[in-house]
């Protein structure tokens, strides 16, 4: 058995990827183990950015899809808050439009679900393709990390925005935030929020899906943009829990920087020991990696140096 659930598709994610991807992005759902027809609605918000030649071949490869046109612009966490406020299922299941899910995810997402009762966040496993030094080094120093190879749902204090189902009255009890001044990690200040609340989340490692790796132009810019998000969501949420602006500037950068080092150090005993076969790219890799990891490092001071106050409306 399975919980009634419905699925939300953002397409904010096209200003970066191509139309191709969002069929793809939907041919994995059409081939998941469980058929998304059996979800209450498959409701996909159009941000303006879907071609209407993309539109109609939608219309006629996947006509469970409905397609919803905002009214007004809206970013990627708008979107999805959107989507869920058009659905009505008990769960709702976050599906992005440029990333490959394998076909067991929704299964996997959706089981975890109906196994624990408690569980009211269930995020899978994103991670990336590597084919070589340069996405090998993307791995290292980008969001996604390699698969943790588990074999059972396990605990944790953060999810996927692409690879994650909420329990209806969690999500609407504990929204994302929005309006916050950022692009992304909206989903992180929320993971706090959860937490604060007395969510139980868990990962769901058989719950799969491949993230597109960065185009070369893109690494540094997202790099500093990663650094960047990570410390203004420290300084908002340590402001938050009471400090004063510069207290949580103080805390925010160190933090920061401790983090994204030991990140980089986890993930490269991961490839040692389980990945033998990224071993040859390893050299290659690892300095592109490190100066990614420095570039995400000024984004952070950046953001400690100039990040303007703002109300501390998310709570």
């Known amino acids: 058995m399975i919980p009634d659930f419905s699925i939300v598709i953002e397409t904010e994610n096209l200003e970066s990827a191509s139309q191709r991807r969002l069929l ?27 071609e209407p030649s993309v539109a109609e071949a939608i219309h006629t490869r996947f006509p ?13 966490y708008a979107a999805k808050g959107l989507g869920v406020a058009l659905t009505t299922g008990e769960v709702i ?8 899910y394998e076909p067991r995810w929704l299964e996997s997402i959706l089981e975890t679900m109906f196994t624990d009762s408690s569980a009211e966040v269930v995020t899978g496993e994103t991670s990336l393709n590597v084919s070589g030094p340069y996405t090998l080094a993307v791995l290292l ?6 698969w943790s190879q588990r074999d059972r749902a396990y605990e944790t204090t953060g999810y996927a925005a692409n690879n994650v189902a909420f329990r209806r009255r ?19 200040l929320h993971a706090y929020r959860l937490k604060r609340a007395g969510a139980r989340m868990l990962r769901s490692p058989q719950a799969r899906a491949l993230h597109p790796t960065l ?9 500093w943009g990663a650094g960047y998000n990570h410390a203004s969501v420290m300084i908002i949420e340590q402001r938050n829990r009471g400090r004063s ?9 160190p933090y920061v920087v401790t983090r994204r080092c030991l990140r980089l150090l986890v993930r490269c005993m991961t490839i040692v020991r389980r990945y033998p076969r990224w071993w040859a790219f390893m050299p290659a ?10 570039v995400s490092v000024c984004g952070a001071t950046a953001a400690t140096l100039t990040r303007p106050e703002r109300n501390r409306t998310q709570q």
């Open 64 to 76: 469970w899809v409905i397609i919803h046109t905002a009214g007004e612009p809206v970013d990627y």
């Open 24 to 50: 793809e992005a939907l041919e994995s759902l059409a081939q998941q183990t469980i058929s998304p027809k059996r979800a209450r609605q498959v409701v996909l918000i159009n941000s303006g950015l879907i």
């Open 170 to 188: 969690r999500l609407e009890a504990t929204p994302i935030p929005l309006a916050i001044g950022l692009r992304r990690g909206n989903c992180t």
């Open 245 to 253: 602006s510069w207290s949580a500037r103080g805390y925010a950068l």
């Open 93 to 100: 299941v976050f599906f992005d439009c440029d990333v490959h």
């Open 285 to 294: 890799a690892l300095p592109l990696a490190f100066s990614g990891l420095v």
């Open 215 to 223: 185009p070369l132009r893109e690494f540094y810019p997202r790099l």
């Open 141 to 146: 120093a980008w969001a996604f990390p390699p």
